[in-house]
């Protein structure tokens, strides 16, 4: 891909999904530092339709686990020197399916976002809410922080006690979309529901999120508001 086709795709999506959306004025536009995003031609074409832009520090750390696992995709369809398309997919197929839970086990340990912005472990409720401490001294003015199934952390007041909101066991099938479902959740809720507590919304994001790792895939696992209990509303 390169700037012209990815200028094609943000006239053909960009604005078209804000309106679907009903986003109303004052929302902000984020990509990274790709050449394509950064391109003269690409910040002109921004700016010519009044679209904000957040600034993207160079050298920022890529804080989405799922990276690390194209990356080792990656090196195993390399080895296997693919010759044409119809060979990429195939074995792009077979890779994936190869690479072991634990794999990705150890990604979701070491990229957890909290764990990547202060350089401390976070795998449990206590070193969460150390963690949640830490970024409030930075600047934060509320932080949660997602533990899976021992559900997540939210701090809201710089020295108070953290509040584990827990979840609800389920059969977990693909844990892959889970973390969008649950920030697609709790975006809901702060836009719809402005004066519920952020407790509250967390743990209602919670349960959705407890619905989207029960099918298989990534965007196809987010639930549907008829998918979902009418308590969440």
């Known amino acids: 891909m390169n700037g012209a086709m990815y200028r094609e795709i943000l006239s053909d999506n ?20 790709d050449p394509k995003h950064t391109a003269r031609a690409t910040k002109e074409w921004l700016r010519k339709k009044h679209f904000k832009v957040l600034e993207w520090p160079s050298q920022s750390p890529d804080l989405n686990p799922i ?19 119809t060979a990429l997919e195939e074995i792009c197929m077979e890779e994936w399916a190869k690479i072991p839970a634990t794999v990705t086990t150890e990604e979701r340990r070491r990229g957890g976002r909290a764990e990547l912005l202060t350089g401390s472990p976070v795998s449990n409720v206590e070193e969460a809410h150390r963690a949640g401490q830490e970024l409030l001294k930075r600047g934060c003015g509320s932080v949660i922080i997602t533990l899976g199934p021992q559900g997540c952390v939210v701090v809201e007041a710089q020295g108070s006690a953290s509040k584990h909101v827990q979840t609800t066991s389920v059969k977990s099938v693909d844990t892959t979309g889970a973390g969008d479902s649950f920030i697609g959740a709790l975006a809901f809720y702060m836009a719809h529901y ?29 639930p549907l508001k008829k998918h979902l209990p009418a308590e969440l509303f």
């Open 194 to 222: 402005p004066t519920m507590p952020l407790e509250e919304m967390a743990c209602r994001a919670n349960q959705v999120a407890g619905v989207s790792v029960q099918t298989v895939g990534t965007q196809t696992s987010y």
């Open 67 to 85: 990276e690390n696992l194209w990356r080792e995709l990656k090196v195993c369809v390399a080895q296997r020197q693919p010759q044409n398309i």
């Open 14 to 33: 960009l604005l078209p999904s804000a309106r679907a959306l009903k986003m109303k004025r004052g929302w902000v536009f984020q990509h990274d530092n």
